[in-house]
């Protein structure tokens, strides 16, 4: 794997101008801070301005108490008396302005640290909310799926840093006003001299903070194949396997060498970034000691008291530290920014529209037609289906048979609306399914998918999870269980249908491949006024008692529904009303089972050559 190059910055002009505009995602970020905590935001602002007014007040008491000190020192050597009061009360009004200080600071944190789990957990909620509203064809596509992994990789941080720093550039901002109100009384070129120290460091941290952006958006795709390098090494569903055949030394060396070069590239950009701050910071400490050596100079003359120039040297101090904090601020807002603009380039993603209101079709009881219906996956230049034509009316069963890859799930995935059909069109009840309400149209759906979930939930809620209209409806979790034929191992676990299923949770209980199978098609049962069953490869997993029964149940419970069904299993399909074979995304032959067999075709070898294996 080559290094890249990180991309250099653009002229000074361009990328001022870039510098500007990427400020634009501020002002969401502090919408969505107000929207996550009234409260909290706006005692970060007093806080804020409590912390920014009182070192500046501290530093011009500080100066009252070493003058007092002085005139209390002179009038004792002069007179013998002790005037103490004068001075302790300036030491007391200190202590009020420190603890208040104290005060302010412990209420940004404690605030800030609230607000972190708030708006953390708020993002995370808009990225998955997002998540419902995408298609699936966004799903699988691997660009979109890199702005998704670099949404949730730093955007649920980013907006709280990035109020925390316009909080603390505001903080900051009041105390350079206040301490600027000090140092003016003494030369308004002491103002200039602070800027010019901290300037050069600003300049340098805004454009590797680009830099470090830049080369983050680009190598997206490793950092994901990293995260999925972890997930087959680390999950209880693939460790089998990588550890029988070996992989795992294969894999983890992929693993450390895309480490190695990520790593590469940020220990050069850290030890540039880093390099080039301390070259730079130098200029700050000569400017603030020039600054220090002008005021002692302007004190040794007479021109300054020893309070002013302890308040002074104060202040230029602490003016340094709040505008390079300042700068700093503002370099850490810019880098903020540019990680926000891939939340929100995620959160504006376009959706597709959901036009369909329908609840009705126009002809009701007409069944499924799909009239010439093609379909292109994207990117893809070969159909995975072409002039598809079919209709299956309703207590009538339709098998789809071919090869792996012929079209077979693409069908379903368009039946269900998973895709839309890219030439034709998919008429329910004399309807068109984009007319149809997506939600009343996926409800009158059953379906079992071959790659189906495993839920890391209890069993119950395995089976729930097929109308969550009935998620914890226990009575109809068993009469599902009974139709899928898991209820008989449902009553042997420890906790009946209140189990926890799978590895990933305290006392979780993991299943066999063909119970898993029997929970999903329970799930598929759930539905109860589904009229539409959608069954893809439902019992590869089962053994042959466990398929009849569940054929035979399957048999006696669609008399009046519409049932797809896709086996490789013929013993099973003979069984349709209405069998295609299909072949390249082509129907190759259709019939039933006896014609299909007297015509003699791709059926016909295919059933005797599976049923010459049981002789």
Known sequence: MSSPHVPSAPPSGGMLASFIGVFRYSHRALALVWQTSRPLTLGLALCTLVA???????????????????????????????????????VLAEAGVIATIALAQRGLAAQQSLLRALLGQKVNVMILEKAGTLSLEQFEDSEFYD?????????STRPLGLVNKTFGLAQNAISLASFGVLLVQFSPWAILVLVIGALPVFVSE???????FRLFRWRSPQTRMQMYLETVLAREDSIKEVKLFGLEPLLLERYRTIFDTL?????????????????LGLLGTLAFYGAYAWVVVETVTGTLTLGEMTMYLMVFKQGQAALSASLTAIGGMYE???????????????????PGTLTEGAIPGDGIRFEAVSFTYPGS??????????????????????????????????????????????????????????????????????????????VGENLGAGDVE????????????????????IAEMPGGYHTQLGRWFKGGQELSGGQWQKIALSRAYMREGADILVLDEPTAAMDAAAEAAVYADFREHSRDRMTILISHRFSTVRAADWILVIDNGEILEQGDHPSLMAANGRYARLFRLQAKGYE
């Open 206 to 212: 805004a454009k590797f903070s680009g830099d470090a």
């Open 52 to 90: 920014g007014v009182l070192p500046a007040v501290a530093a011009w008491i500080g100066q009252l108490i070493v003058d007092a000190v002085v005139a209390a020192m002179a009038l004792h050597r002069d007179t013998g008396r002790v005037e103490w009061w004068g001075v302790l009360r300036y």
């Open 263 to 279: 790593y590469d590239e940020d220990r050069r950009l850290t030890i540039r970034r880093e390099t080039w701050g301390f070259l």
């Open 336 to 354: 903020d920014n540019l990680y926000l603009s891939n939340l929100y380039e995620y959160l504006e993603q376009p959706v597709p529209a959901e």
């Open 147 to 155: 702005k998704l992994t670099r949404a949730r990789r730093e955007a």
């Open 381 to 458: 230049a070969t159909p995975a289906l072409a002039r598809i034509s079919l209709h299956l009316r309703p207590g009538e069963s339709l098998a789809l048979v071919g090869a792996n890859g012929s079209g077979k799930t693409t069908l379903i995935k368009l039946l269900t609306r998973l895709y839309e059909p890219t030439g034709g069109r998919i008429l329910l009840d004399g309807s068109d399914l984009r007319d149809w309400d997506i939600q009343t149209l996926r409800r009158r759906i059953g379906v079992i998918f071959q790659d189906f979930v495993r839920y890391q939930m209890k």
């Open 470 to 489: 009935a998620f914890s409806d226990e009575a109809r979790w068993q009469e599902a269980a009974r139709r899928g034929l898991a209820d008989a191992f």
